[in-house]
Nanobody, 128 residues
Framework: VPLQASGGGLVQAGGSLRLSCAVS?????????MGWLRQAPGKDCEFVGA????????VYADFVKGRFTISRDSATNTMYLQMNSLKPEDTAAYYC?????????????????????WGQGTQVTVSS
């Protein structure tokens, strides 16, 4: 599953970044929930947020609510993560990932382990 994240960089605390995740193939979105995960050195993977492409519904981790927003551009098959009010603790490699919709009624997961496909990460560094 081709996923390519981009848009990371170095930003000061309080600043903003927008990450992009390009996906090849529109049909893909009907079978997967699309998520953003992050991992800092020496730490476990953290779920950041995810969306149902077809419904546009989103789920976020508590620590990013009100600061991060996931959106999509159906014309270009691109998912975005707008990150505002960044904090030093947001420093991590960010990955876009895909969780197969496993059954009727299957909901968006907040567990990294459910995301079977990960793209190449993009580094976000927030300085204090």
């Amino acid at each position: 599953v081709p996923l390519q994240a981009s848009g990371g960089g170095l930003v000061q605390a309080g600043g903003s970044l927008r990450l992009s995740c390009a996906v090849s193939g529109r049909a893909f979105f009907d079978s997967y929930f699309m998520g953003w995960l992050r991992q800092a050195p020496g730490k476990d993977c953290e779920f950041v947020g995810a969306m149902s492409w077809s419904r546009g519904s989103t789920v976020y981790a508590d620590f990013v609510k009100g600061r991060f927003t996931i959106s999509r551009d159906s014309a270009t098959n691109t998912m975005y993560l707008q990150m505002n009010s960044l904090k030093p603790e947001d420093t991590a490699a960010y990955y876009c990932a895909a969780d197969p919709i496993r059954a009727i009624g299957y909901g968006i997961s907040n567990r990294c382990s459910d995301y079977d496909y990960w793209g190449q990460g993009t580094q976000v560094t927030v300085s204090s």
